[in-house]
Structure formats: C-alpha cells, structure tokens
C-alpha cells in the first residue's frame, strides 16, 4: 500500500527559483495537509484541503501556493524560493478533519541556497 | 503563548527503563482532540494514539501506555521496558474547534535508548 507519497525526497534550490512539491495518496481521504518542519518548533501548517478543488491557508502560508485539482493530489509551489524556506516538508491526508489521524508521506528536505 | 507544551527536549535513558514524556496543553474547548506521534530517524511520521476530551481512560498498549489528565491539562506517555527501537522523536498534538482543522503541535521530545 503506497499510502501518501511525496515527490521529490530531496532538493536544493537557489534562492528566486521556483519548484512544486507533489503530494499522492491513495486512501481516498477527502483532506489534505501540507507542513513544514523546522528544528526544536515542531510542525506547522501551510496550507490545507478539504476536498478537491478547495484550499485554504493555514498558519505559516506567505510564499507557498497550493492546488487541489483532484482528490488524490495536492501540490505545494514555492514561486521564489527563499533561505527561510529551507525545510522539511510534509504532506499529510486524513479521512475526516480534526478528529481522525493523519497519514504522512516520508518528507522533503528541501535546501535553498 | 504554546498551546502544546513538551518541555523535554532530550532524554535518554538505557534500555529496558521505563520512560515517561511529558505533553501539558492549552484550550478554552469542551470539546478536543490529543494525538501523539512518533517520528523514527527514517523520518516519516507515525500515527500513535488519539484521545477525545470526554475520554479520560487511561490507554494501554503493549508497552505504550497514555495517562490522559484534565485537571492538570495533561497527556503523558510512558514506554514500559524500552527498547533500542524507540528512539525517535514523538510529538504530542492539540485539535481544537477554534483551530478548524489544524493539529497544533508540541516541539517534540527526542528519546534516546542505549542498549
């Protein structure tokens, strides 16, 4: 079972270039997540789905773009990348909102010079 | 002002100790939801338990076990007889209605067992 899967695992950009982060599952989940992961500060969200077509902003958006054009995918667009946006990043999905467990992908590290 | 609190940044204890980690919370909600995480060095995030607000039973599982507390707004989790396997990094997590639909996230306590 695939679950959630992230593309790419790793990446370096230089600072101004763009790049989007691909996000798959394949539990049918009508909710989806994209967060970022920075050393000692735990998780925080950027963006978030509540089914296909619909994004909303979550508590750190400013420099990240998202769509959801199909239920299975959730993509995350980083238009000028700056350092700040070093990070790991992580899709998750979840059946339902706030009450059920999330399914995490592996993460992507992602490195702006 | 943190909303989930995991004051332990590190511990490390020798396998086969008993290990308590420690997640203190904030919420105005009646209604709310805790989670508890474990992230391995591989990295992925691992779904470990979810506690509603009206549930204050005590969950055991094998050598996981949570004590779920409203008076102290608290939500520890110990491992009995750890193991080498244990090691990683568990996040505590906060749902509220207020958040809609996000997790608030402790900062995570970094376990280490040695064998």
């Known amino acids: 079972n695939a679950g959630v899967t992230q593309t790419p695992k790793f990446r370096v950009l230089k600072t101004g270039q763009s790049m989007t982060l691909l996000c798959a599952q394949d539990?049918?989940?009508?909710?989806m997540y994209w967060y970022r992961q920075d050393p000692g500060m735990g998780l925080r969200l950027i963006h978030y789905?509540?089914?296909?077509?619909?994004?909303a902003k979550g508590e750190v958006p400013d420099g990240y773009n998202v769509s959801r054009l199909k239920k299975q995918n959730f993509l995350l667009g980083l238009e000028s990348a700056a350092p700040s946006q070093t990070s790991v990043y992580f899709c998750?999905?979840?059946?339902?909102?706030?009450?059920?467990?999330?399914?995490f992908g592996q993460g992507t590290r992602l490195t702006v010079v | 002002a943190q909303k989930v609190t995991q004051a332990q940044t590190e511990i490390s204890v020798v396998e086969k100790e008993d290990v308590t980690l420690d997640c203190v919370y904030e919420?105005?909600?009646?209604?709310?939801?805790l989670f508890w995480y474990k992230q391995p060095p591989s990295g992925e995030l691992v779904f470990l338990i979810r506690?509603?607000?009206?549930d204050e039973q005590n969950e055991i599982s094998g050598r996981y076990s949570w004590n779920f507390q409203k008076s102290t707004s608290s939500f520890n989790f110990t491992i009995t007889a750890s193991q080498v396997v244990d090691s990683a990094v568990y996040f505590c997590?906060?749902?509220?209605?207020?958040?809609?639909?996000?997790?608030?996230w402790g900062a995570g306590t970094k376990l280490i067992i040695k064998p």
């Open positions: 789905s509540v089914g296909e077509g619909t994004t």
């Open positions: 998750a999905s979840s059946f339902r909102g706030r009450n059920t467990e999330a399914f």
């Open positions: 539990m049918n989940h009508e909710y």
């Open positions: 919420t105005r909600d009646t209604t709310y939801y």
């Open positions: 506690r509603n607000s009206f």
């Open positions: 997590a906060l749902s509220e209605t207020d958040s809609n639909y996000q997790l608030i």
